[in-house]
């Protein structure tokens, strides 16, 4: 069996669709030819996609379909005697589109008679869209933003989108002139009409980073080491032991780069790492070993009781929130007024936290915190308390600061809400990350057999 390489199946992106391989396509491909699923397979199984049937090759004829295949892949229509040689064998040989597309691309010539000067400018206007497809493939691979961005704008029914078509037209164009990367970076600067500078540029990169939480004890101590040489943890970090204390190590040989703008869901059994990476990267915790650099101001939304004391007042947390951001009271007054109209707490605002229902108290913080945009926002177990009014305007609101391209961190059990406004998924494992890729590729992985046996049975 022939070994199947990403070469291979670019070459059958380009023949069918035009346009390079989308990384988790490629990915799925790959891992299919391990289980030995054939080129020859592969190429049937591109020929009945939406994308070819319902898109491409829509109601269209024979004649059609194979002048598209030239134009995909040698940049040409089809000559006279390679139409008609296709047609015969489609009339004769009940030849596919399938089997068209599989001996254009990996038989070393033509099955039919061809000019050699024309063969060969067919073949190396492939091996430059090859190229450049190799290329743009592997940029946008490196941050799951951009993965994103090359997408269709709908999978039922489906249709293209911007950014297959700017994609597709890239390619097209490529003929006897090989594309360089700067070429490539400029057609992905063009993925999206906002501004994507922010997809490029690195927010948090972190380098084998471990960090491990000393529990002091006043509990027998040899009973503790027994306790902890015999149980085996179900939850949370290991526990190392020391003479004189208990070292939980919450997170151990992390290892990851987050780009700006990223939506990141944390996913992962109670105790997995989520919270204690949510404080690393807000500056709370400091790591015991390995390295850490943050190139945004990440602003933590973790707890209730995290933004001031509960002695204080609603109106004094306001106040605080806003003298650490704008250095002065100039404009309070409309701020206040803001964030007693969206929290609803009324007259409550006057009074100390500690008289705060659970529910209110999430309502001031939420209104407080999402009051602005900010750089990175990170959020542990999302904003679902209150009543459904005030959730419906969370949504609203949580929306609108999605909107403003900052950067998210969202630890969270509810799946709905880690798919509203997550695009990449992080699978925590008793402090070590499990998986890390596309958000619904990790809750697929979360919800594997070896995942729950391991870290929820």
Excluded at 26 to 40: P, Q, V
Excluded at 151 to 176: A, E, Y
Excluded at 394 to 419: G, I, N, P, V, Y
Aim: glycine share 6%; net charge neutral; proline share 2%.
């Amino acid at each position: 069996m022939i070994k199947v390489g990403s070469n291979d199946l670019q070459k059958l992106y380009i023949a069918y669709f035009g346009r390079p391989g989308d990384p988790s396509g490629i990915n799925y491909w790959l891992s299919r030819s391990k289980e030995s699923f054939t080129l020859r397979q592969i190429s049937d199984e591109l020929s009945r996609q939406d994308e070819y049937t319902k898109y491409i090759a829509y109601d269209k004829n024979f004649e059609f379909k194979i002048n598209k295949l030239y134009l995909n892949l040698f940049h040409r229509k089809a000559d006279f005697d390679g139409l008609n040689y296709w047609m015969e064998m489609i009339n004769t040989h009940n030849y596919e589109i399938a089997d068209i597309v599989f001996e254009l691309v990996f038989s070393k010539q033509k099955p039919y008679l061809v000019n050699f000067e024309q063969n060969k400018k067919d073949y190396q206007v492939l091996e430059n869209k090859i190229f450049a497809a190799e290329l743009f493939t592997k940029q946008i691979s490196q941050s799951i933003a951009l993965i994103d961005l090359y997408k269709p704008d709908s999978l039922s029914p489906w249709r293209s989108g911007k950014t297959f078509i700017r994609v597709s037209n890239f390619l097209n164009n490529i003929t006897h002139k090989k594309v360089n990367i700067d070429k490539v970076n400029n057609i992905i600067s063009l993925l999206s009409d906002a501004s994507i500078s922010n997809l490029t540029n690195t927010a948090i990169e972190i380098k084998n980073l471990s960090l491990s939480i000393p529990i002091y004890h006043s509990e027998n101590r040899s009973l503790t080491k027994k306790l902890t040489k015999k149980v085996i943890n179900i939850t949370g970090g290991a526990l190392d032991q020391s003479k004189n204390r208990t070292n939980i190590i919450a997170l151990n040989n992390i290892s990851l780069t987050i780009m700006k703008g990223e939506r990141v869901g944390l996913i992962g059994h109670n105790g997995s790492g989520k919270s204690s990476f949510l404080r690393l990267i807000s500056g709370i915790y400091l790591p015991t070993s390995g390295n850490i650099s943050v190139l945004v101001d990440v602003y933590p939304m973790l707890q209730k009781t995290f933004l001031t004391s509960s002695e204080l007042s609603g109106v004094d947390a306001c106040k605080a929130h806003y003298l650490l951001k704008n250095h002065s009271l100039d404009g309070f007054d409309s701020f206040l007024y803001e964030i007693i109209d969206f929290s609803g707490l009324g007259s409550y605002i006057s009074l100390p936290i500690k008289t705060y229902s659970e529910g209110m108290s999430a309502r001031l913080i939420f209104s407080i915190l999402t009051s602005s945009p900010h750089d990175c926002l990170a959020i542990d177990e999302g904003f679902g308390t209150g009543d459904a009014d005030f959730c419906d305007r969370a949504e609203d609101r949580m929306k609108q600061f999605m909107e403003s391209a900052a950067t998210l961190f969202l630890a969270s059990h509810s799946e709905e809400l880690l798919k509203q406004f997550c695009n990449r998924g992080i699978v925590f494992s008793h402090g070590s990350i499990a998986y890390d890729g596309p958000l619904d590729a990790a809750l697929n992985y979360y919800h594997t057999q070896d995942y729950y046996r391991q870290n929820v049975i």
